[in-house]
């Protein structure tokens, strides 16, 4: 869960904020980081991607043909599954 008072100050000024959950039985992390880069890449607006830790990291492995710099603003939130 995240708080007002967690967030940077530069993020206080945004009216509009994107999370991004993945349903991972589908197959879909992978599609919406992709999405999210082309969100990042378009508008200057937050995006959160918030999955389990362990998809997340794979994510992030598989995502070599997406570029660094979208996916560097992107604010990943891995919860545990235990």
């Given at each position: 869960m995240c708080s007002y008072?967690?967030?940077?100050?530069?993020?206080?000024?945004?009216?509009?904020?994107?999370?991004?959950?993945?349903?991972?039985?589908?197959?879909?992390?992978?599609?919406?980081?992709?999405?999210?880069?082309?969100?990042?890449?378009?508008?200057?607006?937050?995006?959160?991607?918030?999955?389990?830790?362990?998809?997340?990291?794979?994510?992030?492995?598989?995502?070599n043909a997406?570029?660094?710099?979208?996916?560097?603003?992107?604010?990943?939130?891995?919860?545990?599954?235990?």
């Amino acid at each position: 869960m995240c708080s007002y008072e967690n967030l940077p100050n530069h993020e206080l000024d945004h009216e509009v904020v994107i999370v991004m959950v993945p349903f991972l039985a589908q197959g879909h992390p992978n599609q919406l980081l992709q999405l999210a880069c082309l969100i990042s890449s378009s508008y200057d607006l937050p995006i959160y991607y918030v999955g389990s830790a362990t998809h997340n990291r794979q994510v992030l492995v598989r995502a070599n043909a997406l570029n660094p710099l979208d996916i560097a603003i992107i604010h990943f939130h891995g919860h545990s599954t235990s």
